[in-house]
């Protein structure tokens, strides 16, 4: 089983910092790598499929990178908005979710 | 636009089996790949399986007994049985569509389903 590590577990930002949140798989994933925002009572919102490439109606502030193991979820400058929690999901072999990444406003 | 909603009991008794329901609307079932996936309490996410276009089925490994995914191309809904549920079965259960690429491009606001006596 392919195992995603998501980190840091929590983070606490400022409106307009960069953020960078990190998800690291056990074995080689290639670029099979997806990111999820989840609002609170929401579901999950696809932002980034294929590692770096951006979902439809996504802001440009979004990006993702990696390939292999090591993938980044970057938001360039944040926004109250992007309060919520983040996971990865590998889909290279079968499908598993990282531990997610809750951000919150510093 | 694509909808989808899942319905089903809220509660189910240990031992007995869960069914969900996922109904969706602005797009044909036909077409792409619809999946299950649940939320459990503190955060941990699964994916349980998925039914593609043409009625094949994958499960996770982890499931792969106890599950089953099913569909009704004439209502535009499939379904999701997990049988000999448990505690530890208590989640959040969403449906969500897939395609070849873009994993979970779609989802519904999920269901909680509690498993109790």
């Known amino acids: 089983d392919i195992q995603m590590t998501q980190s840091p577990s929590f983070l606490s930002a400022s409106v307009g910092d960069r953020v960078t949140l990190s998800c690291k798989a056990s074995?080689?994933?290639?670029?099979?790598l997806a990111w999820y925002q989840q609002k609170l009572g929401e579901a999950p919102k696809l932002l980034i499929y294929n590692a770096n490439s951006l979902q439809t109606g996504i802001p440009s502030r979004f990006s993702g990178s990696g390939s292999g193991t090591d993938f980044t979820l970057t938001i360039s400058s944040l926004q109250p908005e992007d309060v919520a929690t983040y996971f990865c999901l590998q889909h290279n072999s079968w499908r598993t979710f990282g531990g997610g990444t809750k951000l919150e406003l510093k | 636009e694509v909808q989808l909603q899942e319905s089903g009991p809220g509660l189910v008794k240990p031992s007995q089996s869960l069914s969900l329901t996922c109904s969706v609307t602005g797009y044909s079932i036909t077409s792409n790949y619809w999946g299950w996936i649940r939320k459990f309490p503190g955060n941990k996410m699964e994916w349980m399986g998925y039914i593609s276009y043409s009625g094949s089925t994958s499960y996770n490994p982890s499931l792969k007994s106890r599950i089953s995914i099913t569909r009704d191309t004439s209502k535009n809904q499939f379904f999701l049985q997990l049988n000999s549920v448990t505690t530890e079965d208590t989640a959040t259960y969403y449906c969500?569509?897939?395609?070849?690429?873009?994993?979970?491009?779609?989802w519904g606001q999920g269901v909680m389903v509690t498993v109790s006596s």
């Open positions: 074995q080689n994933i290639n670029k099979y």
């Open positions: 969500a569509r897939s395609g070849v690429r873009r994993v979970g491009d779609y």
